[in-house]
């Protein structure tokens, strides 16, 4: 079976679109189907297959509202033409499902889309949007949530859309099993300190501002961020290298305050940091399912995150309701050992039976085959 997995995002990118898709590409070639990736054209992917991955880049950008620009003919075209037997999007609201509005009615394979939440769905400038996207359902397959716990299975139950179904993401627990051996405590000056780890890019979103706050009120801890900035495409200022979202300030930050550092890290390191950390927090205002906390749990890491997309649905954390609450909570497990400690195996035990992603490809599978 061929099989085209469509989003904005994809290696070498390190986000939670990414992460997911490349999860699914890599776990189904792994099963020997034969799959292929569009996604948007980036200066650091260098290659067109990776892991048994074959890889489309389009240099596209926009969504149906802002209006698209740059090579989406070309997309289309590619889309109309390919031979596959199923086509799955992750995401709406951005070119690479909103570019093929028109063509759902005349589609040629079964689609099925993973919309990771809507995020602007009670936002007044996108009704015309959820109106037209009411409409594109009549010709879309099947919808898997990550979640019934945000907006996309009340939508849809409210609009009368019967094909979805709850597929979560998942993490390799095999990743977060393996021994580590660098000493990122000694390397990073941490030492003995109680380390508060994140993992999050540069986005506005992700709450950057709450991890100054943690450092500056935790000053006998280490706040640490693992996060890649954002380059903006406006006026084409990605070409001189100038990034959007928080990177800046968090580089202010990174002097004003002794005990925060934020750092850009491979994989293997971003692994050992969560092996050697003694709590994650979350302090995002708007996710849908997070990796990050699945990552953690893996990790045998608590965790400490607002009340944003699914972290209800998982054991082995707090959730609290402002920054005051998060450093509340830090002091908590910080002082009890044993409470810490019990969260830590609640979650390891919580994203092993529920997470483990072999048996979300499972599930996907199963979703293709019965077209």
Not at 100 to 119: A, E, M, Q
Request: aromatic content about 12%.
């Amino acid at each position: 079976m061929k099989i085209v997995l469509i989003g904005e995002s994809y290696f070498p990118l390190r986000n939670g679109i990414s992460s997911i898709m490349t999860m699914l590409a890599e776990g189904l070639v792994r099963k020997g189907y034969k799959v292929t990736v569009v996604t948007t054209y980036h200066v650091d992917r260098t290659v067109n297959e990776h892991n048994g991955v074959h890889i489309r880049q389009f240099k596209v950008a926009g969504n149906w509202i802002s209006g698209m620009s740059g090579e989406v003919s070309q997309f289309i075209d590619f889309i109309d033409k390919g031979d596959w037997d199923i086509q799955h999007h992750h995401a709406c609201q951005n070119w690479t499902f909103d570019a093929l509005i028109n063509w759902y009615p005349v589609r040629k394979r079964p689609v099925i889309v993973t919309p990771h939440g809507f995020s602007s769905l009670n936002n007044s400038g996108w009704k015309s949007y959820f109106d037209r996207f009411r409409e594109v359902l009549n010709h879309i397959d099947a919808v898997t949530c990550l979640s019934s716990a945000f907006e996309e299975v009340p939508y849809l139950q409210k609009i009368g859309y019967r094909h979805y179904s709850i597929i979560p993401n998942g993490v390799n627990i095999q990743e977060f099993e393996s021994i580590f051996t660098c000493n990122l405590r000694n390397e990073w000056g941490i030492n003995e300190r109680y380390w508060i780890l994140n993992v999050s890019n540069h986005v506005g979103l992700k709450g950057h501002n709450t991890l100054h706050y943690l450092a500056e009120n935790l000053p006998d801890t280490s706040v640490v961020n693992i996060g890649r900035p954002i380059q903006t495409r406006r006026f084409n200022l990605d070409r001189m290298g100038i990034y959007s979202g928080c990177y800046y300030v968090c580089r202010v930050k990174e002097y004003l305050i002794s005990n925060f550092q934020t750092r850009q890290c491979n994989r293997d390191i971003t692994v050992s940091a969560y092996k050697h950390a003694n709590v994650f927090v979350l302090p995002s205002t708007r996710e849908a399912s997070p990796v990050v906390i699945l990552e953690a749990m893996a990790a045998g890491l608590p965790w400490i995150a607002f009340d944003v997309g699914n972290v209800r649905d998982h054991e082995g954390g707090i959730i609290v309701n402002s920054k005051q609450a998060m450093v509340d909570a830090i002091r908590r497990l910080k002082n009890d050992p044993d409470f810490s400690n019990d969260l830590a195996e609640r979650g390891k035990k919580h994203v092993r039976l529920k997470h483990d992603q072999e048996q979300i490809i499972e599930k996907y599978t199963t979703l293709y085959e019965s077209f």
